[in-house]
């Protein structure tokens, strides 16, 4: 099943000075989420922002919360991030030692439910998940810091998780160092939900249209079909070529 590129901006790499304005922006800009980088200098090293910051930018924008929880433990907290707004929260599957449970609580919330994997995690770490799962998150960075480099070595476990979930409505997301470089690669792979930050808070406020549209014209023509060379009919001279 292929389902629409979603295009969700990191608020990690906006100026926080001018948070609202920001966020007004990159909605203005076409941003499908609004992705939020929750950090707590434990699990990961550094600290970002958490449920209160949450709460006060939401009625900034009607689009989707895309909360990524870098925290352990993150039990205690989920219901602080539910009630400041979040629609998807995702957590980490090496941040708690009982992830079925961990996501169990999350949908009991009303939420989406995702899980999240480091660059060293394999993907038979779900495998017993999938049907507790709304969202897949593979981790193309160490998680941090925005503005790192891509890992090449996870486009595999892309592919590889995409064969998992198979028709199931689950979101494969990819998180981490894309650009409108590389994001033809990843959604060939199979990813259909990209996290930017650095590449789209790039330039003034009126740059984010087109940083957010050369990420998503890259990855949608990446995942076009490819036309079938044996039944289709010769072109006939002067005809023009279909893009699908
Ligand atoms: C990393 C975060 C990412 C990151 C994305 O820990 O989860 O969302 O900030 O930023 P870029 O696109 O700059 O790598
Ligand atoms: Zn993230």
Same mark, same amino acid.
């Given at each position: 099943?292929?389902?629409?590129?979603?295009?969700?901006?990191? &608020?990690? +790499?906006?100026?926080?000075?001018? $948070?609202?304005?920001?966020?007004? %922006? /990159?909605? *203005?800009? =076409?941003?499908?989420?609004?992705?939020?980088?929750?950090?707590?200098?434990?699990?990961?090293?550094?600290?970002?922002?958490?449920?209160?910051?949450?709460?006060?930018?939401?009625?900034?924008?009607?689009?989707?919360?895309?909360?990524?929880?870098?925290?352990?433990?993150?039990?205690?907290?989920?219901?602080?991030?539910?009630?400041?707004?979040?629609?998807?929260?995702? &957590?980490? +599957?090496?941040?708690?030692?009982? $992830?079925?449970?961990?996501?169990? %609580? /999350?949908? *009991?919330? =009303?939420?989406?439910?995702?899980?999240?994997?480091?660059?060293?995690?394999?993907?038979?770490?779900?495998?017993?998940?999938?049907?507790?799962?709304?969202?897949?998150?593979?981790?193309?960075?160490?998680?941090?810091?925005?503005?790192?480099?891509?890992?090449?070595?996870?486009?595999?476990?892309?592919?590889?998780?995409?064969?998992?979930?198979?028709?199931?409505?689950?979101?494969?997301?990819?998180?981490?160092?894309?650009?409108?470089?590389?994001?033809?690669?990843?959604? *060939?792979? =199979?990813?259909?939900?990209?996290?930017?930050?650095?590449?789209?808070?790039?330039?003034?406020?009126?740059?984010?249209?087109?940083?957010?549209?050369?990420?998503?014209?890259?990855?949608?023509?990446?995942?076009?079909?490819?036309?079938?060379?044996?039944?289709?009919?010769?072109?006939?001279?002067?005809?023009?070529?279909?893009?699908?």
């Amino acid at each position: 099943m292929t389902r629409e590129i979603i295009i969700a901006p990191s &608020i990690l +790499a906006a100026d926080f000075a001018r $948070l609202g304005e920001e966020i007004a %922006a /990159i909605d *203005a800009a =076409g941003a499908d989420w609004i992705h939020c980088d929750v950090m707590d200098g434990h699990f990961v090293p550094n600290i970002s922002f958490g449920p209160d910051i949450i709460k006060a930018i939401r009625p900034l924008t009607k689009k989707v919360f895309d909360v990524h929880l870098m925290i352990a433990p993150v039990d205690p907290y989920l219901d602080a991030f539910a009630k400041a707004g979040a629609d998807v929260i995702t &957590i980490h +599957a090496e941040a708690g030692p009982h $992830l079925d449970r961990s996501l169990q %609580a /999350i949908r *009991a919330l =009303g939420k989406k439910a995702g899980v999240s994997l480091c660059p060293s995690t394999p993907e038979s770490t779900i495998e017993y998940l999938l049907d507790r799962l709304d969202l897949v998150l593979v981790m193309t960075v160490n998680p941090g810091f925005g503005g790192q480099s891509f890992l090449e070595s996870q486009l595999e476990k892309i592919g590889r998780i995409r064969g998992m979930i198979g028709d199931r409505s689950i979101r494969l997301e990819v998180d981490g160092g894309v650009t409108r470089d590389n994001a033809a690669v990843v959604a *060939a792979a =199979g990813a259909d939900t990209l996290v930017a930050g650095s590449a789209l808070f790039r330039g003034k406020g009126s740059d984010y249209a087109g940083n957010i549209a050369a990420i998503r014209v890259a990855a949608e023509a990446a995942r076009a079909p490819k036309p079938q060379q044996s039944s289709a009919p010769p072109r006939r001279a002067g005809e023009a070529v279909r893009l699908r």
